[in-house]
């Protein structure tokens, strides 16, 4: 299994930019770039995934390392509501691991007002 | 809509005692998961079903069972052998064959359901 590092934690001031990193430097040539977030006490929503370009959509962008060892999520401007466990997730498109998601610890991200 | 339903939402147990929890799904997905989450942790997967009648171990299964007799319904069992079962329970699903090789196997969460050993 690749493993990825995120920072415990993060913190923002709301309406600012906001830079989340995640190293995944065992990530092989298949696997996509998903992203997640959770709330206090609800289940995790689906944020965003890539693969090898730069992915924008409602929510957030995702630019992902030239070599794909690492990527960022990027929340254009902060606002209470995104305060949230945000966790980087590489997916296994292959044999048995089929659909298998790892969680792990993720960043939690405070916004100030 | 269309959604994942979790329910309860609370559950307390006493020690000893099976308990299930239930999760139905109306997003037409193929494949189910099982999650736990305790406090500060990330998610642990329990089980996953890719299709009906067929469904696989994940990190933690020791104290938990399941089945998937209809597409729609992945209920969890967690037994009187799990020494710890208080915790945060998700369910989740995803197009699970449908998004291979697209990458698009995006997972749908239910709100979870919290149990209570007293």
């Known amino acids: ?113 | 809509d269309g959604g994942i339903t979790q329910s309860p939402k609370y559950l307390f147990r006493k020690e000893g005692q099976n308990v299930t929890l239930s999760c139905e799904q109306n997003l037409n997905h193929d494949a189910m998961y099982w999650y736990r989450q305790d406090p500060g942790q990330g998610l642990r997967l329990i089980y996953y079903s890719q299709i009906v009648n067929d469904f696989q171990k994940g990190d933690i299964a020791e104290g938990y069972s399941v089945s998937r007799e209809k597409k729609e319904s992945f209920p969890l069992t967690v037994t009187s052998a799990q020494k710890n079962p208080t915790a945060f329970y998700l369910c989740a699903s995803s197009r699970g064959r449908q998004g291979f090789g697209s990458g698009a196997n995006v997972l749908t969460f239910g709100a979870g359901s919290r149990l209570t050993v007293l």
């Open chain 1, 1 to 113: 299994d690749a493993k990825t590092t995120q920072p415990n934690s993060m913190e923002s001031n709301e309406e600012e930019p906001v830079h989340l990193p995640c190293n995944h430097s065992t990530i092989s040539g298949t696997d996509y770039i998903h992203w997640y977030r959770q709330l206090p006490s609800q289940g995790p929503e689906y944020v965003i995934h890539g693969l090898t370009s730069n992915v924008n959509n409602r929510m957030a962008s995702l630019a992902i390392a030239e070599d794909r060892k690492s990527s960022t999520l990027i929340l254009h401007r902060a606002t209470l509501r995104d305060a949230a466990v945000y966790y980087c997730i590489p997916y296994y498109d292959r044999g048995s691991t089929l659909g298998r998601l790892y969680f792990g610890r993720g960043t939690q991200l405070t916004v100030w007002p």
